[in-house]
């Protein structure tokens, strides 16, 4: 009984090569004695291949690399149920390929059909970054493999697990402005997929991408008739499922966009639970943002959710000489334990309005008494230290306030003799029904001679809650409460020289708990208190009636009247952190 056995040979000798692809060799055979036999065939081939070009091995040959060695991918296309898919049309497209631009683009596209076995071949190639697409014109479905590198001496036999058809997926775009126009076209480098806009998507805004094979895409482009805007939607990698829509959303009158993510896993912030109404700080540099690119005082900054809806945002200092620039974005939810939360941030837009930056962020009403950023530089202290919240009280210089570069923008150094912030009047946690007090602090000292006063309320003799102040002798933060029951917190780590802290106290209306750099403290009280005492005088930033003033830096102090949560406190302190990682942009 004769046995078939299919067999695959490739065989390259120096600058040639043979490829003889899944032919019928019964077994026993002459054909099946040569296979068996290499050293024969080998030298058969060196032959027939000599007399049929009639050159020495040496020589160049049409369809060659640089270096005169043929180079080849080849495969076998099957449809999704296993069988194979022959006379479909594959495409091997240079990877940058536009396919908006038809035959007048440089960048190539070449074309084969396989045969009956679902085999093709390209032979003839040059070095280059590819992508393979493959389209079946009977039922439409598709298949789409990414990134193939060839390189000059190879041949890629390409896996036939990755040459499944399937049916393909949607990309629907939502126009969030009114920068679109119809001909404006969407493309996918390299895959030949593109759509023209029309008059009716722009009036509708939105249109589809369709017959978009499955895959993940990390550049989509949208490219302006009028060739002056440029955005690749796809801020993050876009997954297209075989038969679903997936929806992006993008401002189309913006030229450049990126996607801010936060990390909450134990890798970046640690958040064991949700955190609601949070102001986020996003850090620009010359690292991760191209100031050349934006106006010069970010004025079209945008942000926004995933779904295109924009986020309220203010920027506490832009630097433009400097690239850098602190960003506050108000977030209605950050969530634990993900690294895939992000917003997209837009820019690039001459002629977007200014004043967009808002107090939105740190709302009255969402719990924000108060908020300092203290990045006022000295030539403008004259109008008072600003309140970023929607109810603002301006602190007023006492002494002589500086400057200086500090943990998020600018901070201000005291002097430790006579220089404080004073915030006249400020009632707002009178009869609170809980409190948070956070700054950021730096001494300038090795240790306290005297009690060095940080946050103070009320004049002397009736100095209300809370006072929070660095202890003589010992370097530790203290902080004096008073509510219907008195409450001393002493925190248990000192405070060293040149070193930023950040310091935090929360009252829920029942229990009292510190924290030094974002984590709680051993002063954590359970206080019999239910309403702070009603204020009589100012708030004191480094500063505290009957005391010492500050000898060091502050920076974002803050007064809250509700307590928040350790991991509100925690994902301050993470987010605000200098060289902080858990917010990027990408």
């Known amino acids: 009984m004769t046995v078939i056995r299919p067999i695959k040979i490739q065989i390259r000798i120096m600058n040639y090569k043979l490829k003889i692809m899944n032919y019928d060799v019964p077994e026993g055979s002459f054909v099946g004695f040569m296979v068996k036999n290499s050293s024969f065939i080998i030298l058969v081939l060196v032959s027939w291949l000599l007399v049929l070009t009639g050159c020495g091995l040496g020589s160049d040959t049409a369809g060659t690399g640089s270096g005169g060695t043929a180079i080849e991918v080849a495969g076998t296309v099957k449809t999704q149920s296993g069988d194979k898919a022959g006379n479909v049309v594959v495409t091997l497209y240079a990877k940058g390929y536009n396919p908006s631009l038809g035959t007048t683009s440089p960048d190539n596209s070449i074309v084969a059909v396989t045969d ?70 969407v493309y996918i480098p390299g895959t030949g997929v593109y759509t023209e806009l029309k008059t009716t998507d722009v009036d509708n805004g939105s249109f589809v991408i369709p017959n978009v094979p499955v895959g993940q895409f990390s550049t989509i482009m949208y490219s302006g008739n009028s060739n002056t805007t440029s955005l690749n939607i796809a801020t993050l990698p876009v997954t297209v499922m075989s038969g679903d829509t997936t929806v992006l959303s993008f401002y189309p009158a913006y030229k450049y966009a990126a996607a801010v993510t936060i990390n909450t896993k134990a890798t970046g912030a640690g958040l064991e639970t949700n955190v ?14 191209s100031f050349s690119q934006a106006r010069q005082q970010g004025e079209e900054l945008r942000f926004a959710k995933p779904s295109g809806q924009l986020l309220s945002h203010e920027i506490e200092r ?53 908020v300092w950023h203290l990045g006022e530089a000295k ?25 200086v570069r500090a943990v998020i923008g600018l901070g201000q150094v005291f002097d430790g003799s006579e220089s404080y912030i004073d915030v006249q009047t400020s009632q707002k946690l009178d009869q609170a029904p809980g409190m948070t007090i956070s700054f950021w602090c730096r001494s300038d ?12 309320r009320g004049n002397a003799g009736s100095m209300k809650t809370p006072y929070i102040y660095g202890l003589a002798g010992t370097n530790k933060i203290r902080m004096d409460f008073q509510s219907d029951k008195d409450t001393v917190m002493l925190e248990s780590t000192a405070i060293k020289k040149d070193t930023w802290f950040y310091i935090a106290f929360s009252w829920d209306g029942q229990t009292i708990t510190s924290y030094i750099n974002g984590v709680a ?66």
């Open 116 to 185: 009956s076995d679902g085999e093709f071949v390209f032979q003839g190639l040059t070095d280059g970054s590819y992508n393979l697409v493959v389209v079946d014109g009977q039922d439409g479905s598709r298949l789409l493999l990414q990134n193939i590198e060839i390189v000059e001496g190879t041949t890629d036999d390409i896996n036939d697990e990755e040459l499944i058809l399937k049916t393909p997926g949607v990309i629907r775009c939502l126009l969030l402005d009114k920068g679109a126009a119809a001909s404006d076209v």
């Open 276 to 289: 609601l109404n949070f102001p986020l700080l996003v850090r620009l540099t010359s690292e991760n943002f």
């Open 318 to 370: 832009w630097d433009t000489e400097g690239e850098r620039a602190a960003v506050w974005v108000r977030l209605d939810s950050v969530y634990a334990d993900t690294n895939r939360s992000y917003m997209i941030m837009y820019w690039g837009n001459a002629a977007s309005n200014a004043g967009w930056e808002s107090r939105d962020v740190f709302q009255y009403d969402e719990g924000f008494a108060g």
């Open 379 to 403: 030539d403008t202290v004259t109008e008072g230290f600003a309140d970023a919240t929607t109810a603002p009280d301006r602190g007023t210089e006492r002494g002589i306030i500086y400057d």
């Open 445 to 456: 000292l090795d240790s306290f001679d005297v009690n060095r006063g940080l946050f103070g």
């Open 521 to 586: 403290g051993s002063a954590t009280t359970t206080s019999q208190g239910s309403t702070l005492k009603t204020s009589d005088g100012s708030n004191y930033f480094a500063f505290v009636e009957g005391m010492t003033p500050w000898d060091g830096m502050m920076d974002e102090i803050r007064s809250e009247k509700v307590g928040r949560s350790a991991s509100w406190i925690k994902l301050c302190f993470e987010t605000q952190k200098q060289n902080s990682s858990v917010v990027e942009i990408k």
